[in-house]
């Protein structure tokens, strides 16, 4: 059973990768799965939800922060090392690389998990947008088989890491504020006693 999902998740990866190569997505998919690139995106985000957002903003500005640590440490200091996965630009015959291969392992795909954390995080706080970052989520975590370093798999596993820990990460502040606000309210009550 696990051979003959391995070799449909290797014919998925040679179709995204291969089959439906165009000029257009040559340009543009190593363009959005550049690392820096990905940074400056998240970094302009970030300010803008600082400067812009108001309350809900700078909540999110700082919940980005442990969300994107937890789910690229998840991904790739405890998961990928487990798993060990060798990225199909390492493996396999007739891979068009567009970037380079990297050393590091496949599963699962570090941009997935970590774009797909933010968009839910984001999405939580700014609902009207959701379908703006899970489409920029996407196409970044399709970016990544389609440039040759990873496979299906890898990315469709990140992406439900990603939201796994956005939702963690959003119900931990929901459950810790609901918990301030019930000690702060008792404590007020407390007060009104004396």
């Given at each position: 059973?696990?051979?003959?999902?391995?070799?449909?998740?290797?014919?998925?990866?040679?179709?995204?990768?291969?089959?439906?190569?165009?000029?257009?997505?040559?340009?543009?998919?190593?363009?959005?799965?550049?690392?820096?690139?990905?940074?400056?995106?998240?970094?302009?985000?970030?300010?803008?939800?600082?400067?812009?957002g108001g309350k809900n903003g700078r909540i999110v500005a700082i919940l980005l922060?442990?969300?994107?640590?937890?789910?690229?440490?998840?991904?790739?200091?405890?998961?990928?090392?487990?798993?060990?996965?060798?990225?199909?630009?390492?493996?396999?015959?007739?891979?068009?690389?567009?970037?380079?291969?990297?050393?590091?392992?496949?599963f699962p795909s570090s941009h997935a998990v970590n774009s797909f954390t933010v968009?839910?995080?984001?999405?939580?706080?700014?609902?009207?947008?959701?379908?703006?970052?899970?489409?920029?989520?996407?196409?970044?975590?399709?970016?990544?088989?389609?440039?040759?370093?990873?496979?299906?798999?890898?990315?469709?596993a990140g992406m439900v890491i990603g939201l796994i820990v956005g939702f963690s990460?959003?119900?931990?502040?929901?459950?810790?504020?609901?918990?301030?606000?019930?000690?702060?309210?008792?404590?007020?009550?407390?007060?009104?006693?004396?």
């Open positions: 059973m696990i051979q003959e999902l391995l070799q449909i998740d290797k014919a998925l990866f040679y179709f995204f990768n291969v089959k439906i190569a165009n000029p257009v997505f040559d340009i543009l998919m190593p363009f959005i799965t550049k690392d820096v690139n990905l940074r400056i995106f998240l970094v302009l985000i970030w300010i803008g939800l600082l400067i812009f922060i442990p969300a994107i640590a937890i789910s690229d440490q998840l991904s790739s200091h405890i998961i990928k090392p487990l798993v060990s996965r060798i990225r199909p630009c390492h493996e396999l015959e007739g891979v068009r690389l567009l970037v380079g291969c990297g050393s590091g392992l496949s968009a839910t995080l984001i999405s939580r706080f700014y609902k009207k947008h959701a379908v703006y970052l899970f489409s920029f989520s996407f196409l970044v975590s399709f970016s990544r088989i389609y440039v040759g370093v990873h496979y299906p798999a890898d990315v469709v990460v959003v119900y931990l502040w929901i459950y810790g504020s609901e918990l301030y606000k019930n000690k702060f309210s008792a404590g007020v009550e407390k007060g009104k006693n004396f």
